[in-house]
């Protein structure tokens, strides 16, 4: 089994709120861990983050792990967006991060799983080689519309685990690692899901709600031990797909 680890590496709290808290915070231990179990992560990168968190991505480009886009801005709605505006958040995310970090971004997972109908025909025009913006989910909803619709560009979806969760850490965390099969096992994992307790309260308690409060805090030890547990020799996702 080859498993992958991707990070999508967002704002705080999936973008509602403009602070790189969690990133600031988590990225270097992320990074220790990572390397403990010799694994090379894909790291999903919202590019509004670049101006704030740029050192820090040159620390993950240097530890060798790959950048791919999480699009530009997180907190959109990508699955209503018109095919004009769609083009428009890939590519400037795509230059965005090239330019910061003179790497190449062939890797694509749409904000909050919301796939767009023309998510393919985009990546495939901007010359992508894979995206991972699916999960194989039974789950009804924004995770379930649009899985691997077209065929027009490989497609990596997300595991789940227990025959429907998607294979995030925090529900791994929670629940454990019984993963549904699949040829790649993708896990996915945000910065904040790893920000320490008394800080996630001490800065949010005042403007996030107690029942998104409770449930990212309602964790059992720590998620970077899970990450140390389930990320063994793991690859990125473009060295899988080039293999
Ligand atoms: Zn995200």
């Given at each position: 089994m080859t498993t992958t680890i991707t990070i999508d590496y967002e704002f705080d709290w999936g973008g509602r709120v403009k602070e790189s808290k969690a990133i600031d915070q988590v990225t270097l231990p992320l990074l220790e861990t990572l390397q403990k179990v010799d694994a090379k992560a894909t790291f999903f990168v919202s590019a509004e983050t670049v101006a704030k968190t740029l050192p820090m991505l040159r620390t993950i480009v240097e530890a060798g792990h790959e950048i791919a886009s999480?699009?530009?801005?997180?907190?959109?709605k990508y699955d209503t967006l018109s095919r004009d505006e769609l083009h428009l958040e890939i590519r400037s995310s795509k230059e965005t991060l090239e330019d910061a970090l003179g790497v190449k971004v062939v890797g694509f997972r749409t904000p909050q799983f919301r796939k767009n109908r023309y998510t393919e025909e985009v990546l495939s025009e901007l010359e992508f080689l894979y995206d991972s913006s699916s999960v194989n989910t039974s789950l009804q909803g924004r995770y379930q519309e649009r899985q691997h619709e077209f065929g027009l560009i490989p497609e990596i979806p997300v595991s789940t685990i227990y025959g429907r969760f998607p294979a995030g850490i925090k529900w791994i965390n929670l629940i454990g690692t019984k993963f549904d099969p699949s040829p790649i096992r993708v896990i996915y994992v945000h910065p904040f899901d790893l920000l320490n307790l008394s800080d996630t309260l001490r800065s949010y308690s005042s403007k996030i709600s107690p029942l998104v409060l409770a449930f990212y805090l309602?964790?059992?030890?720590?998620p970077l031990n899970t990450i140390a547990k389930v990320a063994r020799n793991s690859h990125t996702l473009h060295s899988l797909i080039s293999k």
């Open positions: 999480h699009g530009f801005h997180h907190d959109l309602a964790r059992i030890g720590s």
